[in-house]
């Protein structure tokens, strides 16, 4: 069996079809079937001739996800979706309605290197990276059932399981899949791709000529806290991260959005506030303040509702964008890598 063809971005599809001497218009029919139609077999391609379908099963196959369980939150109409993978693993993706738009969490590994002390998602270690195909078919997925209701995701974030830099060109080529006009359209600026702070990469991405948004998950404001959250933060410490989200910033003309988790009594008295003015100050940044969404394996809580709001005034006061997010699907373990780690427990 060949490669996903969903692993191949337009571009190279493109390239494929002048190699077999195919004319350039091809691309668009078969993506056309493949992302706007959501066929799974190239013999439905009925504008494509017969050989040309010959050729195409012998180069690739379409792949799909295996739906294993799907929840619903009774709270907030959050649906969470376990995959099982061709090799037999898992991962995770959720559903995310808004008022004005609906927002696809993807995830970009399975399991997670990095090892932060207060998430779910790195707690089995790190198993591997996702193929472009399997980040595009999470979002095929989830979109198809929307389709029934005339819906469709118009915003995603890689914020599912797994670090996406460290998935580097495999999420890239997911992302131009996703943007792409002939595949499932959705702008860069409704694209999100979420870091522990890899600064090599954020650096390499301001240059790819794409303005997706960045959100780096700070949750600390110092060096010695840091790293006893992120361990991350000994390779790149705090100072040096915020530099490089800086030009990021620049080179996109995108506002970068830190997020911090409030943990209780972890990160959240007046002294992490001052700390978090003083680091951010003098550039214009947005942060999200994330009520920490408890995980039954670890001790954290979420920090009183006061101290949240707290913390936005402060950060207005100096001029820095500050929003208050309640993690979603708070029934249905929705926060990344729980129902992963739920499975692996039944196993
Ligand atoms: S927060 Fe992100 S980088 Fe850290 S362990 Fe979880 S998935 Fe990995």
């Known amino acids: 069996m060949g490669q996903d063809i969903k692993n191949f971005t337009i571009e190279e599809l493109e390239r494929y079809f002048l190699s077999k001497k195919e004319k ?200 010695e806290l840091r790293n006893r959250l992120m361990p991350i933060n000994k390779r790149y410490p705090i100072k040096e991260l915020i530099s490089a989200c800086k030009i990021y910033s620049i080179r996109t003309k995108r506002i970068v959005t830190f997020e911090y988790l409030l943990i209780k009594d972890v990160n959240d008295d007046k002294k992490n506030l001052k700390e978090l003015i003083n680091l951010l100050q003098g550039h214009k940044w947005k942060v999200n303040l994330i009520l920490y969404n408890p995980i039954k394996w670890l001790d954290f809580k979420p920090s009183p509702l006061k101290r949240a709001v707290l913390f936005q005034n402060g950060l207005i006061k100096t001029g820095i964008i500050a929003t208050i997010r309640q993690s979603k699907g708070r029934d249905i373990d929705a926060a990344c890598g729980q129902l992963f780690l739920k499975t692996h427990e039944k196993k």
């Open 24 to 223: 350039p218009y091809r691309v668009k029919q078969v993506t056309n079937w493949i992302y706007k139609k959501d066929i799974y077999s190239f013999d439905e391609m009925t504008d494509i001739s017969i050989e040309l379908r010959e050729e195409l099963k012998k180069d690739f196959h379409i792949g799909s996800l295996k739906l294993f369980e799907e929840s619903i939150s009774k709270i907030d109409s959050t649906k969470k979706f376990l995959f099982q993978l061709n090799d037999g693993q898992f991962i995770e993706s959720v559903l995310i309605p808004h008022i004005n738009r609906i927002t696809a969490c993807l995830s970009t590994q399975v399991g997670c290197k990095f090892g932060c002390v207060f998430c779910a998602s790195g707690m089995k270690g790190f198993v591997r990276n996702l193929y472009p195909g399997e980040i595009v078919n999470q979002l095929q997925y989830m979109n198809f059932i929307l389709k029934k209701n005339a819906q469709r995701i118009n915003n995603v974030v890689f914020m599912g399981m797994g670090e996406p830099l460290d998935n580097y060109e495999n999420i890239l080529k997911a992302i131009r899949i996703i943007n792409h006009p002939y595949a499932l359209n959705i702008g860069a600026r409704k694209i999100t791709v979420s870091t522990c702070g890899l600064i090599d990469k954020i650096l390499k991405l301001s240059q790819e000529n794409i303005q997706i948004e960045l959100s780096v998950s700070l949750h600390a404001t110092n060096d």
